[in-house]
């Protein structure tokens, strides 16, 4: 089953890359390079009539550019695995909401009711049994009934909820990676446009800047765009991330408040 999840996360990342370019580049080829191009031209054309005119800043002079089109890719990648992620943890906290183990307040459980009461929670659908609070009740449940000590029951659900917390740290791996590639990206760019600058020295020498001021303003547009991006990014990682430290920890009160305060262990079990 975790097999089968991992193939789907995969393939659903490969989709969602293959989708964000298409998406963007059709976007960019019908939309964005061609205004750009048109008002590159009317601001040539104002500029060479009137040498005092000032051209004003366009996004689609901004955005026109390789660097500029690739961060906007990685960033919308980015946010449907982050998008994904979310439904999940909502999914997750629906759970939280429902009283799996049919307890009502005053009853307890004993070692040898513990597969009783696992039963509901064993009837979940399969999608749901594989969520973090099935698992660790079930676990618990188990520990309960087979070692009768509640200090154990306990430590698994800890152990669960850990491991948990580690398996979605590492899941995010690839969003932290795009959230560090994009501002690389724009660097690269930076370092682009200043190479074709300083390739057009002589040009400026001679007065005709406008070959260097194009390609500085590749340079610092694509710094721009990358850091903003970048930004936007990190917050939503960091949104996630509470999301999901916000999920351990209400799986391990819930486990405390609706299973162990309800665990009992006979008198002649704890003097043996």
């Known amino acids: 089953m975790k097999q ?3 193939i ?4 659903y990342q490969v ?3 293959i989708i964000a370019v298409i998406l963007v580049h059709a976007v960019y080829v019908a939309v964005i390079r061609p205004n750009a191009d048109l008002q590159m031209e009317q601001q040539a054309i104002m500029q060479a009539a009137d040498p005092d005119f000032v051209s004003e800043r366009s996004l689609y002079v901004v955005m026109k550019d390789f660097e500029q089109e690739t961060c906007i890719i990685l960033m919308l990648w980015a946010m449907s695995i982050i998008g994904l992620r979310i439904y999940r943890n909502r999914k997750e906290n629906e759970l939280l909401n429902r009283s799996l183990l049919n307890l009502s307040e005053g009853m307890s459980i004993l070692p040898e009711d513990a597969r009783d009461y696992a ?4 009837a979940l659908p399969v999608e749901e049994r594989q969520y973090l609070l099935p698992r660790a009740l079930l676990a618990a449940l188990q520990r309960f009934g087979s070692t009768r000590n ?3 029951v306990a ?3 800890k152990d669960t909820c850990n491991s948990e917390a580690d398996r979605l740290e590492s899941e995010l791996t690839i969003v932290r990676y ?3 590639a994009i501002p690389s990206i724009g660097f690269l760019g930076t370092v682009r446009g200043i190479g074709e600058a300083l390739g057009q020295a002589h040009k400026a020498a001679s007065g005709d800047i406008a070959g260097v001021t194009a390609s500085l303003g590749v340079a610092f547009n694509s710094t721009f765009i990358a850091l903003v991006v970048s930004i936007l990014i990190m917050f939503l990682l960091y949104q996630l991330q509470l999301m999901q430290d916000r999920l351990v920890l209400d799986t391990q009160n819930y486990c405390d408040d609706y299973l162990i305060r309800h ?3 006979p008198a002649k079990d704890e003097q043996a």
């Open 119 to 122: 039963r509901p929670v064993q």
């Open 15 to 17: 989709f969602a890359l």
């Open 178 to 180: 795009i959230a560090w």
């Open 8 to 11: 789907s996360d995969f393939l």
């Open 4 to 6: 089968q999840g991992i």
């Open 150 to 152: 509640i200090p154990d």
């Open 155 to 157: 430590s698994v659900i």
């Open 263 to 265: 665990l009992q262990v």
